[in-house]
């Protein structure tokens, strides 16, 4: 049973930084993506940012240049720190994680990629 636990959530002002971490357990990351996905109620899902097991990334336009998605595969655990947030960075963030194979034309931040999901910390940034 792959179940993912994301921690490190919490209320900063603009400007602060935070750091997620998403603990797996029941799986052994193989050959796929691992994300970050927000969502605001009323709103769809957003992707924040993905990490291959190769180490390559990818990041939503709006996170560029302050996010950082990191990975520790001994650990079977999953990192988003956050800079510099602001008041729009308010979501509940969510882990995912693909263990099969899928569409390969998929972007790695599309949601459809992955089929395990965490049950979400809050991030709420004031101004």
């Known amino acids: 049973q792959v179940q993912l636990v994301e921690s490190g959530g919490g209320s900063v002002q603009s400007g602060g930084s935070l750091r997620l971490s998403c603990a797996a357990s029941g799986y052994t990351y193989s050959n796929h993506w691992k994300g970050w996905f927000r969502q605001v109620p009323g709103k769809e899902r957003e992707g924040v940012a993905a990490?291959?097991?190769?180490?390559?990334?990818s990041y939503g336009d709006s996170v560029k240049g302050r996010f950082t998605i990191s990975q520790d595969n001994a650990k079977n655990t999953l990192y988003l720190q956050m800079n510099n947030l602001k008041p729009e960075d308010t979501a509940m963030y969510y882990c995912a994680v693909q263990t099969m194979s899928t569409n390969p034309t998929l972007q790695a931040l599309s949601e459809l990629r992955y089929n395990y999901w965490g049950q979400g910390t809050q991030v709420t940034v004031s101004s």
């Open positions: 990490i291959h097991n190769d180490g390559r990334t």
